[in-house]
């Protein structure tokens, strides 16, 4: 159980890691780019139609 742990806080720091190399606008980028999908699934709307076969 401990070696569990201890590789998933050595991912996690290795994430956080990964996150500081990259530069500003790459980190703008990607957050302009999940503000467009929540943009995009806040105003979706899921209907469903019934299968009429003919």
Known sequence: ???EKQAFDEAELELLK???K??????F???TQLYKI???MQKAVITHKPFIAK
């Open 1 to 3: 159980m401990k070696t």
């Open 18 to 20: 990964e996150g500081l």
């Open 22 to 27: 990259r530069t500003y606008k790459e980190r």
């Open 29 to 31: 980028l990607m957050a």
């Open 38 to 40: 929540q943009q995009t």
